[in-house]
């Protein structure tokens, strides 16, 4: 007979996500081990067994919850009806909104993937390049007419606001919604400005 789910399964699994972030972040994936990171999340090691039997399969997990929510956030973003410029804005400052709170997450994201096998990579890259597809379509709109036509120099310009956003948490630690909101908008301002020089 299958053993049934607890009812706080959903919950608990969050908590080991969490623990697992902190965990990984601090202490590497490498160094991390699971009777580490069963404490964390103040559980036994046999416990964290039964939601993962692997730290490989945690950090998958974490990884894909983290990127896939990111990714369905943004897709969800309402973009109909605003004009271009405003697109952009309302782009960058979600993806910072995103970002509250996932610290460690990201942190994990930036360190983390190489251990995990070639297919699970792909799905985690599949997420990205979905949220770049998205950033590259608004900033294409933005651009004027040779720059919107150069897929390379498009790349660049989308991985380099993308760099803006990603790593804003290293100088910005603790930052709040509205200074979020803040610089959503200024680094916007700062690429719509920029195109026009390009």
Same mark, same amino acid.
């Given at each position: ?9 959903? &919950? ?5 996500? &969490? ?20 404490? &964390? ?67 994990? =994201? ?38 919107? =036509? ?16 990603? +790593?804003?948490?290293? +100088? ?27």
């Amino acid at each position: 007979m299958a053993r049934t789910q607890a009812k706080d399964h959903g &919950e608990k699994r969050e908590a080991i996500l &969490e623990a697992a972030a902190r965990v990984f972040a601090s202490e590497g994936f490498d160094r991390a081990s699971m009777a580490a990171l069963a404490q &964390e999340a103040g559980i036994s090691k046999a416990n964290i067994y039964h939601y993962y039997d692997s730290k490989d399969a945690l950090l998958f997990d974490l990884l894909d919850s983290h990127l896939k929510a990111l990714r369905d956030r943004l897709a969800a973003v309402p973009l109909a009806g605003l004009a271009p410029p405003h697109k952009l804005q309302t782009l960058c400052t979600e993806l910072l909104l995103a970002y509250q709170g996932a610290d460690n997450a990201h942190r994990v =994201q930036s360190a983390g993937m190489d251990h995990l096998p070639e297919a699970e990579r792909n799905t985690l890259v599949g997420y990205q390049r979905d949220m770049v597809r998205q950033l590259s379509g608004v900033i294409a709109e933005n651009a004027p007419d040779p720059l919107a =036509q150069d897929p390379a120099k498009l790349r660049r310009i989308t991985m380099s606001l993308f760099g803006m956003l990603n +790593w804003h948490y290293m +100088w910005n630690a603790g930052a709040d919604e509205a200074s979020r909101r803040t610089y959503g908008a200024e680094v916007a301002a700062l690429t719509l400005g920029g195109l026009k020089a390009l």
